[in-house]
């Protein structure tokens, strides 16, 4: 700011000064010094924005070096190998989903309220897949000692579930909680009401690639939208 002091006029005071300010010079320094916050700011955000781009860019240079889809849905797990009777009392293991992609959840049959509300939304899953779709669906009992096989027919049949495309599988108790708790890693069972009520994406190499809330619509809408991901993707 600068100032400047005038003669003392007359009949004035004998002490002090006057001091005239001019205030348009303050305002164009504060101004100035605005635009160049300003300016600051926006080549912080530039250079920002620049080192997120080339982290990107390097990303998507790894993955696809690495000869993956820049895109690709993660991979959580791998199921391991099981052995399990389905509904019509066939001995049915992991190499009968060999090649193909599936959906799978864990049920019982006496369940009160979650089981039959995501049965019901399987039966959905399954009337969306197109008829010569590879997709299959696969329900896996909690509780084996009550769920056989023909009990497990009977609760397909209450859904519609296709025989060739919706199998309902029953077995040792804890082949089927070592298959949950370390194979699909959600969880154990010896609780048959503390089961997971998530639906799990598996891809045709037998990988878990995501898994979805079975109570949400938009989450079973991602669901069909990463199923599609997952059949364009080359089979290995």
Same mark, same amino acid.
């Given at each position: 700011?600068?100032?400047?002091? !005038? &003669?003392?006029?007359?009949?004035?005071? #004998?002490?002090?000064?006057?001091?005239?300010?001019? &205030?348009?010079k303050?305002?164009?320094v504060?101004r100035?010094?605005?635009?160049?916050?300003l300016?600051?700011?926006?080549?912080?955000?530039?250079?920002?924005?620049?080192?997120?781009?080339?982290?990107?860019?390097?990303?998507?240079? *790894?993955?696809?070096?690495?000869?993956?889809?820049?895109?690709?849905?993660?991979?959580?797990?791998?199921?391991?190998?099981? #052995?399990? @009777?389905e509904?019509s009392?066939t001995?049915?293991?992991?190499?009968?989903?060999?090649g193909?992609?599936?959906?799978?959840?864990f049920?019982?049959? @006496? =369940?009160?309220?979650? =089981?039959?509300?995501? #049965?019901?939304?399987?039966?959905?899953?399954?009337?969306?897949? &197109?008829?010569? !779709?590879?997709v299959?669906?696969? #329900?896996? @009992?909690? %509780?084996?000692? @009550?769920?056989? &096989?023909?009990?497990? !027919?009977q609760?397909?049949?209450?859904?519609q579930?296709r025989? %060739?495309?919706?199998?309902?599988?029953?077995?040792?108790?804890?082949?089927?909680?070592h298959?949950?708790k370390?194979?699909?890693?959600?969880?154990?069972? *010896?609780?048959?009401?503390?089961?997971?009520?998530r639906?799990?994406?598996?891809?045709r190499?037998?990988?878990?690639?995501?898994?979805?809330d079975?109570?949400?619509?938009e989450?079973?809408?991602?669901?069909?939208?990463?199923?599609?991901?997952?059949?364009?993707?080359?089979?290995?």
């Amino acid at each position: 700011m600068q100032t400047v002091e !005038s &003669p003392r006029p007359p009949n004035a005071p #004998s002490h002090g000064r006057f001091r005239i300010v001019y &205030p348009g010079k303050k305002e164009s320094v504060d101004r100035l010094s605005i635009r160049n916050q300003l300016l600051a700011a926006s080549i912080s955000l530039f250079i920002c924005s620049l080192a997120g781009f080339a982290w990107l860019n390097f990303e998507l240079k *790894e993955r696809t070096s690495a000869g993956q889809d820049a895109f690709a849905l993660p991979v959580y797990a791998v199921v391991p190998s099981f #052995s399990l @009777t389905e509904q019509s009392g066939t001995a049915f293991g992991l190499a009968d989903l060999e090649g193909k992609v599936w959906i799978a959840d864990f049920i019982f049959t @006496t =369940c009160p309220r979650p =089981c039959p509300r995501m #049965s019901a939304r399987m039966a959905e899953l399954q009337r969306a897949l &197109p008829d010569l !779709s590879p997709v299959r669906l696969v #329900s896996i @009992t909690v %509780d084996p000692e @009550t769920d056989t &096989p023909e009990v497990l !027919s009977q609760y397909a049949d209450r859904f519609q579930a296709r025989k %060739d495309r919706w199998y309902f599988l029953t077995g040792d108790k804890a082949a089927i909680h070592h298959l949950a708790k370390d194979g699909f890693l959600v969880g154990g069972v *010896e609780d048959v009401m503390a089961h997971s009520t998530r639906f799990i994406l598996v891809d045709r190499r037998a990988r878990v690639r995501g898994y979805y809330d079975s109570n949400e619509e938009e989450s079973l809408k991602k669901l069909l939208a990463d199923v599609k991901k997952i059949l364009q993707e080359k089979a290995a």
